[in-house]
């Protein structure tokens, strides 16, 4: 079975540690951590997680506690109202043991996409959709080939609608910014994001729905957060996020009437995109519009809407100079003059502003956790150890810490805009993973890997692109813009 198992990590990236050393020559060590009592062990890494520590801090004194990326521990949702759901992980924190997640000889994802919990299927018409499926169930095949064919068949109209909609988002920006100090710009960027994706994808302009060109974008925000807050942190006040928010899965009644109104948008005027999932990829009616959904509201919007606050926020938060770096690239390549228009090859020459964009998926990758489930009993190594895991078994990676792995990238937690330039700097592209897989890797049919993972990367630079033709520079954070230079 193929799979996007990157290389192992070699001793050329970094001066560090001698990384290459096969499993065969590390020691087998018992595999630390432990799950705690019944009840009260998930119930304490629950406080732990959410409240106590936060995410990032849960798993990183549990590393140094037990001197191992990989080891036992629980993860929430757990105790008292998820009673079916099992909290027991196994933590993979460094790239090498991440990486298994991508064998799928080793690893199955069926249902596992947020861990053990996964939202009733009522949030998608009852269809089990696509991310929900491992690689050896049929119907993962024919939806993820869907999904690749929506993308490639929309490519040209993707350019055209991300380009006319940033107009509309730049332009509610600077009309925001005429009247007030500063633009907070996360409803129209979403709004944004929503009617590109809704052109492109489904091949639907929302303006033939008032309501969802109004609307639509929040429809999904609320399903969405409906299905994920069990497991996610907030950040309110506690004890009520932990006695309110993860408690109990939330039912989909709260958001029945949204995925209605949606299903009928999509039912009512995605003709040719539903016949393809029909005839092409022998899907029914009902799975292609549920999947369609998924992939737009879920897997597109829900990505998109994490990612770009915070590449927007990391450029216009910059004083380091980078600003002027990025616009001379930009301009070079295909400013007034240079005889070239905005395009993705042309983006494909910008080696700056790609290095930057995936300089930003390592930092800050927008999918923190990833999980999969051991086919079989098999040995897990790390860069110090091998471990025992035995098959059923949970693993979870939480990809902020094993993108700042010491052992591949120089310097982690710092943010260096050209780390990826250059043959040493393009080598480590097979350790960055925010798709689910190597930057390296091909998506398909046989693998798990995020069907966009190129076209995510390529729509990042032709923001940043269109950003520095706009303007000369501009000054925010990740929420909010408080000025623009336009070009001169
Ligand atoms: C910034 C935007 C995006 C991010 C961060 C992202 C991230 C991911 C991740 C982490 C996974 C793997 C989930 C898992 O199994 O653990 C995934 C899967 C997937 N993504 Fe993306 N994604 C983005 C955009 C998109 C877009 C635009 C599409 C549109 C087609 C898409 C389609 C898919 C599909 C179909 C899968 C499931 C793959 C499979 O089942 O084999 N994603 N994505």
Redesign the pocket.
């Known amino acids: 079975m193929a799979s996007a198992s990157p290389p192992p990590p070699s001793t050329s990236l970094t001066s560090q540690k001698p990384l290459s050393s096969p499993p065969s020559q590390l020691p087998l060590r018992k595999m630390p951590g432990s799950y705690g009592l019944p009840l009260l062990g998930p119930l304490a890494d629950r406080l732990d997680y959410f409240w106590f520590q936060g995410p990032e801090k849960f798993f990183k004194t549990r590393i140094e506690k037990y001197k191992s990326t990989v080891f036992r521990t629980n993860i929430p949702p757990a105790f008292p109202f998820f009673g079916d759901v099992n909290p027991n992980i196994v933590a993979v924190l460094d790239v090498k043991s991440f990486s298994h997640l991508f064998d799928m000889d080793l690893v199955d ?1 069926r249902d596992v ?1 947020i861990g053990d919990f996964r939202p009733s299927l009522e949030f998608y018409g009852g269809a089990r959709v ?2 929900y ?1 491992d ?1 050896t169930e049929p119907k ?1 095949a024919k ?2 080939g869907f ?1 690749m064919e ?2 490639k068949r929309s490519s040209e109209v993707w350019r055209r609608e991300l380009l006319s909609n940033l107009d509309n988002f730049w332009g509610t920006v600077e009309s925001d910014l005429s009247k007030n100090d500063a633009a907070s710009y996360i409803v129209p960027l979403q709004r944004c994001i929503f009617n590109f ?1 809704s052109a492109s ?1 489904a091949g639907v302009n929302t303006s033939v729905s008032p309501d969802i060109a109004e609307n639509g974008w929040q429809m999904i925000d609320r399903w969405l957060a409906v299905q994920i807050v069990p497991t996610t942190k907030i950040g309110i006040l506690q004890p009520l996020e932990e006695i309110f928010l993860h408690t109990w899965p939330y039912p989909f009644f709260l958001v029945a009437g949204d995925y209605k109104k949606l299903y009928n948008f999509v039912n009512d005027n995605a003709g040719e995109i539903l016949q393809l999932g029909e005839e092409k990829y022998g899907l029914t009616r009902e799975e292609t519009i549920h999947n369609l959904l998924f ?1 737009l509201g879920f ?2 919007y829900g ?2 809407s ?2 770009l606050p915070s590449l927007i926020g990391r450029i216009a938060g910059d004083d380091s100079g980078l600003q002027e770096r990025l616009r001379s690239e930009v301009r070079r390549v295909c400013g007034p003059g240079s005889g070239s228009g905005l395009n993705f090859r042309t983006v494909n020459e910008m080696e700056l502003v790609k290095s930057v964009v995936y300089e930003t998926l390592r930092i800050s990758p ?2 923190a956790l ?2 999969a489930r051991a086919r079989k009993d098999f040995k897990i190594s790390s860069h110090d150890a091998v471990f025992e895991v035995k098959k059923d078994e949970l693993l979870c990676g939480y990809q902020p810490l094993v993108m700042r792995d010491a052992n591949v990238f120089d310097d982690p937690e710092e943010f260096k805009p050209d780390r990826y330039i250059g043959q040493t700097g393009s080598e480590l592209l097979n350790y960055l993973f ?3 897989g190597p930057q390296t890797g091909t ?1 398909s049919e046989s ?6 993972k190129d ?2 990367t390529l729509t990042a630079c032709l923001i940043i692109a269109d950003l520095f033709l706009r303007y000369d520079n501009i000054t925010g954070s990740a929420g909010s813009i408080t000025a623009v230079v336009k070009a001169k």
Do not use: E
């Open positions: 994802k996409l696509g991310v499926l690689t993962h939806v993820k999904s929506l993308l994706l994808l992939i897997n597109a990505g998109f994490v990612f927008p999918v990833q999980f925010w798709s689910n998506p693998n798990k890997q995020c069907a966009a076209i995510v």
